[in-house]
């Protein structure tokens, strides 16, 4: 079912919500790309809108271009009674805009995007991250309660999966990895290495950035106040710097349930003033080009689309290793990724780069080169023949079967 205007596609995205989350913002950056190529996109999300989608970078284009449909369909699953949809709203939904393609983001989205199948339609599934809900039972550390009803909703999807003959975009080479283990081996054959993208233009920093002696060291650091995000060790590297007896600020830039705990730990070691936490900001660019430095503190990054942002901006990356952030990182070269959460060797190399300005100048440029590469246009221009692939396959499977 190829639409009538050719190469041009009908494409329904599955989320359950828009706000401020790296999937949310990737996302809301593929849509406008698509959108402004020709391409005709749906959003349909599963809850409402997320206060923070107020600051959403591309949210006025977004109001004014793409539909958005709140959708509340619910898939009930049963230890002992058959699985049960709610209604027959995405049905509706799905056959009313006729798409070439469905793409769903984030776990809560392969529920319902799975809950029915269209033949004719190339169903997609964006690795974000490692969803650990797919994880197989060998692969298991803890059996509870919680683990049992993943696995049936494993069990269902992987049945759906193959029936929609689902194709997997995985942003890292972790992420990749973690299909390959844990998706059925049939579905291993349809996994696709595609890394997120950015808009440069946004993040570009054209001047060249210059580090002078004594200069107050302007660190900035984009994530929600989450577990994984780690910013206790952030402060542990404030508390470093400060033993060092240098001048420095950091800006927190994210939201989250841990801001006040975080918050207490900064004012117990005493480095509360030097640490700014910005909240849930529209104006991140801003952010990175006034700093000198864009620390990650995460243990855990599935890829890091803020490690990009800041190169495009130039600023030297300094990070701990979250596994899909190797992908992004040449140690030396676009700034520095450390396997051992040391706040004092953080410091270290902040201080060392902050006092050879000819390194810094070095690692500045090579990551304004690097960032150029993932581009949102380049990535969307991948992402469409991926698409098109798919449908050209999908569509001489279904000639040589007589559908």
């Known amino acids: 079912m190829i639409s009538e205007q050719k190469n041009k596609l009908r494409i329904l995205y ?20 698509l959108s402004k190529i020709g391409h005709e996109v749906m959003i349909v999300i ?8 107020l600051n959403f970078p591309n949210k006025a284009f977004i109001d004014q271009n793409i539909r958005v449909i709140e959708c509340y369909t619910r898939i009930i699953f049963s230890f002992r009674k058959k699985t049960v949809i709610s209604d027959n709203r995405f049905e509706q939904i799905v056959n009313e805009f006729q798409p070439d393609v469905i793409h769903s983001h984030l776990f809560e989205s392969e529920i319902l995007s799975r809950s029915y199948f269209k033949k004719g339609v190339a169903y997609f599934s964006h690795g974000h991250d490692n969803m650990w809900q797919l994880t197989k039972f060998r692969n298991i550390k803890k059996i509870n309660r919680q683990a049992l009803t993943n696995l049936i909703e ?61 200069e107050k060291i302007r660190i900035v650091s984009v994530g929600n106040l989450v577990p994984k995000k780690n910013h206790r060790f952030l402060i542990d590297i404030a508390v470093a710097l400060k033993e060092q007896n240098r001048d420095f600020s950091i800006d927190i830039l994210g939201y989250g349930i841990l801001q006040e705990e975080l918050e207490n730990y900064a004012r117990v070691k005493d480095v509360f003033e030097y640490i700014h936490f910005r909240g849930n900001v529209k104006n991140v660019e801003d952010y990175l080009k006034k700093a000198n430095f864009y620390v990650h503190p995460a243990n855990y990054e599935p890829l890091g689309l803020v490690l990009i942002e800041a190169m495009a901006s130039g600023l030297p990356v300094i990070c701990l290793d979250g596994k899909g952030n190797r992908d992004l990182m040449i140690h030396g070269k676009n700034g520095y990724i450390f396997q051992e959460e040391n706040a004092e060797m953080f410091a270290e190399q902040i201080i060392e780069l902050m006092n050879d300005s000819e390194k810094y100048k070095e690692i500045s440029s090579f990551a304004k080169e690097f960032s150029q590469q993932f581009d949102i246009e380049n990535y969307c221009e991948k992402l469409v023949q991926i698409y098109q692939n798919s449908i050209s396959e999908l569509s001489e499977s279904n000639r040589v079967n007589g559908q």
Do not use: C
């Not at 599963?46 to 989608?53: A, S, W």
């Open 46 to 53: 599963t809850q409402p809108m997320h206060y923070t989608y």
């Open 154 to 214: 494993r069990s269902w999807l992987m049945k759906q999966y193959q029936k929609t003959n689902t194709a997997f975009i995985a942003i890292s080479k972790d992420v990749e990895s973690f299909f390959n283990q844990n998706l059925n081996k049939r579905l291993t054959n349809n996994v696709f290495l595609l890394q997120n993208g950015i808009d440069i233009k946004r993040f570009r920093n054209d001047l060249d950035r210059k580090i002078e002696l004594e």
């Open 14 to 33: 599955v989320i359950p919500t828009l706000g401020g989350g790296g999937a949310e913002i990737m996302l809301g950056a593929i849509v406008e790309q």
